[in-house]
């Protein structure tokens, strides 16, 4: 057993910058599954979004954030973090993170999807995730202490289930071990694997909403998956992302004769929403027709776009050419854990922050380049509150004996799981395929897992439960919510329903604690 102050269960931007905000006398553990660089943080080509140009104006960044999330947003949390963006931004360029810059030594700003100006800062052209992980794992100080390949798999509540005191991990060599801190974080990220197509990196498999989920926190908008317009397409399979900042350089989606597809869809045309451009490639693809960016009309594109002119050619595109073949895959997910601004949830001594988070920022559907902010943002923001409050302190001394049963049932095969999920609660979705979705998903008794004892199961068996465990969630989320917005798109509802559904929905995982029993309850609030 080993006591810390906080625990960091992640290792992503939001993960790092708290780490590097806490106070240098707390005793940090951050524990990742697999090593530092392997989230979707490290990934990111784009960029991060701030209203630093001369013309721009943060409350204008607000008001495109607002519009990409279809109004669904917590519009005080927007506020508050397109405000901060440009004073986070130029502190970490100040502090030595290397963003690019023109000649007169002021930051190049991109274009993205659904901006009204160009605001995208980004660092060694389309590295941007890497470089700035790489800049903040560079600053951790020596009170924080990093073991990888180690998987929390539970989630360690109080005797009164009233307060999360720390978490259970399997260890590299297979054993398990208890971590505790009155300060537990999730920063797992997303669910992206879910799905047959995505841009996510492996380790994206909905662990923290499925740990928080199992202990009884509250999610929210589970329903909202975003699915990225462009990942490149080879032999039926994704291989990665093509960043939306390609269409902001000028490239359009065409088909293989060159017929432009957005024109006549949406006024940003390619820079249209991502769900509007995501839904109209997928309505050519159904119909067989494969849909390409032409990027001809990009000048110097290698240079510009460095890892993607390296990801294109491993996967044999001639580059000449000038085409690349894409599908919309999934990318980001808006619902999560529910948190406030300092990334705390509904139970005390557990947080959450990025993209396992819901702080009701990206609304139905999150604005390009604004998930590196917002890990920026609340990571910061809990380290303030964290330093705040060392005096709240439970520790594990008479660690409480929750009896959970034993249950080795069977759980669905990841590929199995990954390609229903795309087929029937992706891109489009119906009643009829999301209740057979659900209905598949039915027979591997989701609610028995929800109270097991895990301690048996390997890390490759904990991924499956955890990727069922959240698949199970994104389906009975979306087959509640009976109208069409941002991500979450009903052929059956295709409309934006403002009088029922302008509001959160939260999901509670209710316990009823006589019995055991586990229901599944969601209940609509508005916000
Ligand atoms: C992209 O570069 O297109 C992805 C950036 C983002 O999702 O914010």
Redesign the pocket.
């Known amino acids: 057993m080993k006591q810390y102050d906080v625990i960091i269960i992640g290792s992503g931007i939001a993960a790092l910058q708290l780490a590097n905000k806490l106070t240098k006398d707390l005793n940090v553990m951050i524990l990742t599954k697999e090593n530092l660089t392997k989230g979707n943080s490290y990934l ?4 991060v979004a701030a209203a630093v140009a001369p013309g721009d104006d943060p409350y204008l960044h607000y008001l495109d954030t607002m519009e990409a999330g279809a109004h669904h947003n917590n519009a005080k949390a927007v506020l508050e973090m397109t405000k901060k963006a440009p004073e986070l931004i130029n502190g970490l360029w100040q502090s030595g993170c290397r963003f690019d810059e023109d000649e007169n030594g002021n930051l190049l700003l991109g274009m ?1 999807g659904a901006h009204s100006e160009k605001r995208i800062v980004h660092s060694g052209g ?1 590295e941007t995730g890497r470089h700035m992980v790489e800049f903040l794992i560079s600053d951790l100080a020596s009170n924080i202490t990093v073991e990888q390949s180690t998987f929390v798999y539970d989630l360690i509540l109080n005797q009164e289930k009233s307060r999360c005191i720390g978490v259970k991990a399997k260890l590299p060599d297979g054993s398990n071990e208890i971590y505790l801190a009155p300060h537990v974080v999730l920063a797992t990220g997303g669910c992206g694997q879910i799905f047959s197509f995505t841009s996510n990196a492996e380790t994206a498999s909905g662990d923290g909403i499925a740990l928080a989920y199992r202990a009884g926190v509250e999610l929210a908008d589970m329903e909202f998956v975003q699915f ?1 317009p462009t990942l490149l397409y080879v032999d039926g399979k994704t291989r990665g ?1 093509i ?3 390609v269409r902001g350089e000028g490239a359009l989606l065409v088909t293989e004769d060159g017929k432009q597809i957005m024109a006549g869809i949406h006024p940003l045309k390619d820079l249209a929403p991502r769900h509007i451009v995501s839904q109209t490639i997928y309505d050519y693809s159904r119909r067989g027709i494969q849909i390409y960016l032409d990027i001809s009309y990009i000048e110097d594109f290698s240079s510009r776009f460095p890892t993607i002119s390296k990801l294109c050619t491993q996967h044999g595109i001639d580059m000449e050419k000038g085409l690349i073949p894409v599908v919309p895959g999934s ?2 997910i808006m619902g999560g854990i529910k948190t406030d601004l300092q990334g705390r949830t509904s139970i005390p001594g557990l947080y959450a922050i990025g993209e396992a988070a819901c702080t009701g920022i990206h609304g139905a559907n ?1 604005l ?4 590196l902010l917002e890990g920026m943002f609340v990571g910061g923001n809990l380290a303030d509150w964290i330093n705040s409050q060392r005096a709240d302190k439970e520790t594990g001394n008479n660690l409480p004996v929750h009896v959970k049963t034993f249950f080795a049932g069977k759980l669905p095969v990841p590929d199995m799981l990954k390609q229903t999920m795309m087929d029937r609660a992706g891109i489009v979705r119906t009643k009829e395929q999301l209740t057979l979705q659900a209905e598949w998903l039915a027979q591997f008794n989701h609610d028995k897992w929800l109270d097991a004892d895990l301690d048996h199961l390997s890390p490759a068996q904990l991924t499956s439960l955890f990727m069922y465990i959240t698949a199970t969630l994104v389906t009975q989320s979306a087959l509640e919510r009976t109208e069409s917005r941002g991500g979450h798109y009903r052929e059956d509802f295709p409309y934006e329903d403002n009088a029922n559904w302008m509001k959160k929905q939260i999901i509670h995982q209710q316990k009823n604690r006589k019995d055991g029993k586990h229901e599944f309850n969601q209940t609509a609030l508005a916000t």
């Open positions: 990111a080509q784009g960029g993205e389309d990225h992302l960043s939306e900042a990318h980001f999150r390009a380049s604004n998930s």
